[in-house]
């Protein structure tokens, strides 16, 4: 039986075709946490909360609820089914600044489960 790649705790380095999926704000400020290592090392655009950049995918996680995550968690998803061609390696969004638990944001990611593309952290 195959196992599922899990994304590491810590990413220093990507692949050609991997993107790093980080939590962001809808500002796009990205001056703490992952969003902070986006913008350093993978791209992220400051003034961009939302998407593709540079070698980086943003998933606002800082407006409100786990439900105010929902559609932009559907929308990454419909992203990466469509470019099949890269990997998308998704960090513990929700979970460092933003204040949400592994148990609150698993779940909305659960049809990325399907998606051969997207790896997603251990436990999720």
């Known amino acids: 039986m195959e196992q599922k790649r899990t994304t590491p705790e810590f990413i220093t380095e990507l692949q050609p075709g991997e993107i790093f999926v980080f939590g962001s704000n809808l500002q796009g400020m990205h001056g703490g946490g992952a969003a902070r290592i986006a913008h350093r090392n993978f791209g992220a655009i400051m003034g961009q909360g939302v998407g593709l950049q540079g070698q980086s995918y943003a998933i606002p996680t800082m407006q ?59 436990g999720w």
Do not use: W
């Open 64 to 122: 409100g609820g786990v439900e105010t995550i929902r559609p932009y968690v559907d929308e990454f998803i419909a992203f990466a089914k469509a470019h099949q061609e890269l990997t998308f390696l998704v960090t513990r969004i929700g979970c460092g600044i933003a204040g949400f638990t592994d148990a609150e944001i698993a779940p909305l990611f659960t049809e990325a489960h399907n998606v051969g593309n997207i790896v997603l952290p251990e």
